[in-house]
T-cell receptor, first 113, second 115 residues
Framework: GNSVTQMEGPVTLSEEAFLTINCTYTATGYPSLFWYVQYPGEGLQLLLKATKADDKGSNKGFEATYRKETTSFHLEKGSVQVSDSAVYFCALHSGGSNYKLTFGKGTLLTVNP | NAGVTQTPKFQVLKTGQSMTLQCAQDMNHEYMSWYRQDPGMGLRLIHYSVGAGITDQGEVPNGYNVSRSTTEDFPLRLLSAAPSQTSVYFC??????????????FGPGTRLLVL
C-alpha cells in the first residue's frame, strides 16, 4: 500500500536559517504529492503540490521537487521566519478510484527570533 | 465563502455518551471526509463520502457512523464514546479525489475529550 515517511521532529531553527524537511514515499503508479501546513490551533491548509515527476511546487518561499528516481519530495526554504512555525505534513494521492489521501506523521517546526 | 466549518470547537464527553460532530461546506464539493489527529500518528481517515447518499469506511471506522443526505453536510456520530476516541477531529472536502492533484480543504477541527 501507499505510505509516506517524513523526518522526525521537532525541528528548531533560528530566523533566516535554511530549512529542509525530508519526505519519501511508497506508492503504486504515479501519485500526486503535497505539503500541507497546520498553524497552531488551525486546520491543515495546502502549502504546495506537484503532480508529475520533476515538477517543482512552490509557495510562500517554500519549494519541493517531485523526484521519482529517489521517491522523494523534500520541503525547503532558504530563510525561515518566526511566522513559519507550524506542523508540516507530506501527503500523497495515487489517483483514480483510490479515495484516500495518505499523510506522513507531521514535522513540528519552531523558528526562534 | 465560509469554506469548511465544524462545530463544536471543543467537547467533553463521559464514557458511553453519544454525540454528533457537525461539518458543512459551501463550495459544492463532491468529496468529504473525516480524519482524526493523534500525537505521533499523523492524520488517519475515519470515513469518507464521494457524494450525497454515498459513504465508505476509511482506516479507523470502528465506533463512528456517518451519513450524507446533502452535498453540504457530513456529520460524524460517536455511538458510545470511549477514552480512546479522545482526539482532534478534522473534516475535509474537495471537488473530487479522483482528479490529479486535487486539493483538500480542511475545517478548523473539533477537540474531543472523553473521560
Amino acid at each position: 500500500g501507499n505510505s509516506v515517511t517524513q523526518m522526525e521532529g521537532p525541528v528548531t531553527l533560528s530566523e533566516e536559517a535554511f530549512l529542509t524537511i525530508n519526505c519519501t514515499y511508497t506508492a503504486t503508479g504515479y501519485p500526486s504529492l503535497f505539503w500541507y501546513v497546520q498553524y497552531p490551533g488551525e486546520g491543515l491548509q495546502l502549502l504546495l503540490k506537484a503532480t508529475k515527476a520533476d515538477d517543482k511546487g512552490s509557495n510562500k518561499g517554500f519549494e519541493a521537487t517531485y523526484r521519482k528516481e529517489t521517491t522523494s519530495f523534500h520541503l525547503e526554504k532558504g530563510s525561515v521566519q518566526v511566522s513559519d512555525s507550524a506542523v508540516y505534513f507530506c501527503a500523497l494521492h495515487s489517483g483514480g478510484s483510490n479515495y484516500k489521501l495518505t499523510f506522513g506523521k507531521g514535522t513540528l517546526l519552531t523558528v526562534n527570533p | 465563502n465560509a469554506g469548511v466549518t465544524q462545530t463544536p470547537k471543543f467537547q467533553v464527553l463521559k464514557t458511553g455518551q453519544s454525540m454528533t460532530l457537525q461539518c458543512a461546506q459551501d463550495m459544492n464539493h463532491e468529496y468529504m471526509s473525516w480524519y482524526r489527529q493523534d500525537p505521533g500518528m499523523g492524520l488517519r481517515l475515519i470515513h469518507y463520502s464521494v457524494g450525497a447518499g454515498i459513504t465508505d469506511q476509511g482506516e479507523v471506522p470502528n465506533g463512528y457512523n456517518v451519513s450524507r443526505s446533502t452535498t453540504e453536510d457530513f456529520p460524524l456520530r460517536l455511538l458510545s464514546a470511549a477514552p480512546s476516541q479522545t482526539s482532534v477531529y478534522f473534516c475535509a472536502s474537495s471537488r473530487s479525489l479522483a482528479g490529479v492533484g486535487e486539493t483538500q480543504y480542511f475545517g478548523p477541527g473539533t477537540r474531543l475529550l472523553v473521560l
